[in-house]
């Protein structure tokens, strides 16, 4: 039988305790073959099959299977009757690729983008000279550049934010600001933080800070790019920033993501377990604040479930959404950029730089 239940419906009896402790033991001791073979009696008994799925995930990952691990703890969510064991899991699950990740990207190299990028640790982000720098872990990319006291944030989409390989832009480079690219190895969105910050989203919070001051940086502004909207509008509030741009970025990310965009259900629910009051809406949390960035949203407006996060944000003070003609597609920057907009764009964001 395949490590995967043949359906998750039907009869909930639960596992006995005893049955249950002997199972995780010989998951613990390495012995997943002998654990499948449980489960699998246990699945012909009719017993709870989400909860067997449960068991299945930890011997898959004890097995190094991210994959299965992934798909079976997906089907059947926190709710199986095992809920402290998923969300342990997931955890585990999730630092395991995100270390996988970071293997992966030591053995194929930074690439041609990145050979002029030199290494740093983390600990040294504040003494960076003028150039590239890339963190050991790969996660946060700086060009450094001395002589402005602006900070830009960039967050690109769900590939990048989610650990993929940073690049920087060419559409940037010609702007004399200081900019950091950023990505999460921990694949939430970098609201649980960024690892070369800190390990949570308050503690990235306050390191950027700190880099502010040690870079006589006195002025922030953000740019993300379809997922990567949301984490620049957060970072953007918190870091009083002074303008955020988005492309085709999210601004609901609430507990019941399916009730908004189907597109957010993996992050949502990947976020709910490590951080679960950062699943908000954005409107919601503008509200509260006082002190607002200007907040320009771009988004194709042939794009039903993009504009719908856009309008979200309508009517907030400073707030300006731009929809954009065109086919329809979530890549609105190609959009602008084909329109020939683009380096206006970026050039209202960055106006009042210092």
Known sequence: MSLMTDSLSGADRPVDPQTRR?????????????????LDELHAQGLSPKQIAVFRASAALVDGDLTTTAALLQSVGRESGETKLWERLFKEYRQQKAARKAAERESRGAGPALSRATRVAPDALESLGAGLHLTEAGDVMVDRRPDSRSALIVFKGMRTLGGGVLQTSEWLDPYPVNIIYACDLKSVGAL?????????????????QALARAWSVERWYALGYSAGGYPAVRYGLDLDARRVMTFSGPTIMTGKPVAVDSRLR???????VVAPHMCVDLREVMQARTRLPEVIA???????????????????????????????????????????????AIDELLADRL
Do not use: C, W
């Not at 649980?192 to 950027?208: K, M, N, V």
């Not at 993996?266 to 709910?272: H, K, P």
């Not at 979200?312 to 920057?333: I, K, Y």
């Open 298 to 344: 771009y988004y194709g407006e042939e794009m039903p479930r993009d504009a719908r996060h856009a309008r979200n944000l309508d009517g907030l003070p400073g707030v300006s959404l731009r929809p954009l003609p065109g086919p329809q597609t979530h890549d609105s920057a190609r959009l602008l950029k084909e329109a020939g907009g683009f380096r206006a």
């Open 192 to 208: 649980d933080g960024i690892s070369s910050l800190a390990d949570s989203y308050p503690g990235a919070i306050e390191r950027l």
């Open 266 to 272: 993996g992050l949502v629910e990947a976020v709910m």
């Open 22 to 38: 002997l199972v995780l033991d010989l998951i613990r001791a390495g012995d997943t073959k002998g654990a499948n073979a449980i």
